[in-house]
């Protein structure tokens, strides 16, 4: 049944993850809605795990996710999502502008509509110089700031956002964290950030993820 209040949700019903033999999610059950919700946990604790089964590139062994109250809704969450991976292999030879324009097409995003967002979001943090070189080119923190900037593109209602702030220096993952508030009011914006105590005053939820289970902390 969708839900009829107009506002984005996005639902995990007694989901559980395992690989092979180990249980990394195990019946987590919670509810994401918009505002900035921080997952924290130590390492190996399942965070990524947590965000790949919210971008759907993995399905939960057990369990359901709801959007928007619908089951089964993959495809229509997929048209608004935004999804920054914690590692990623990226086309070496475009250039940041023209790998942009690509993920902003199987966004349905025009080529216009794209450069116009991407300008904007690379010039808010510090990227936008860089834009016509060749992704060989970056470095570790450029690499991040290019995966952040194409989730962002479209302006998807659901962000899961791995470590997007890794190897930024203080000011550019400050600016990076207030972009994403400001995005925050109307998305659901679920993150790992090493910047979480910063962050956490401003947070709607923050989660812990450890032994298999989800504690909502804050
Ligand atoms: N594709 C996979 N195959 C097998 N095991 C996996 C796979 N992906 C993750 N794991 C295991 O699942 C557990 C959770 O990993 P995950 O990457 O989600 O942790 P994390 O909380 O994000 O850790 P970190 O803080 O180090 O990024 C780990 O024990 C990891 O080894
Ligand atoms: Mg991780």
Redesign the pocket.
């Known amino acids: 049944m969708a839900k009829t209040n107009g506002e984005p949700s996005l639902e995990l019903r007694g989901v559980s993850k395992t ?2 033999r ?1 249980a ?1 999610l195990a019946e987590v059950s919670h509810t994401f809605t918009p505002g900035l919700t921080l997952l924290t ?1 130590p ?7 947590l965000l790949r089964l919210l971008a759907t590139v993995e399905r939960p062994n057990r369990g359901v996710i709801h959007w928007n109250g619908a089951a089964g809704a993959r495809g229509k969450l997929r048209r608004t999502l935004g999804y920054a991976p ?1 590692a990623v292999d990226l086309p070496e030879d475009l250039t940041a502008r023209e790998f942009a324009l690509h993920i902003a097409s199987l966004k349905g995003l025009s080529a216009s509509a794209a450069d116009k967002q991407f300008g904007a979001i690379t010039d808010a943090i510090g990227l936008h110089a860089d834009i016509n070189n060749r992704i060989a080119s970056f470095s570790g923190g450029m690499r991040r700031r290019l995966i952040f900037a194409q989730a962002m593109l479209g302006a998807p209602q659901v962000l899961a956002l791995d470590e997007p702030t890794a190897e930024l220096d203080a000011e550019t993952a400050r600016k990076l964290g207030a972009l994403l508030l400001e995005r925050a009011r109307d998305a659901i914006v679920v993150m790992t950030t090493h910047l979480a105590e910063e962050l956490a005053p401003h947070a709607a939820a923050v989660l812990r ?1 450890e032994a298999g289970s989800v504690m909502r902390t804050a």
């Open positions: 690989y092979g180990k990394v946990g390492s190996g604790a399942g965070k990524s795990t914690q993820v």
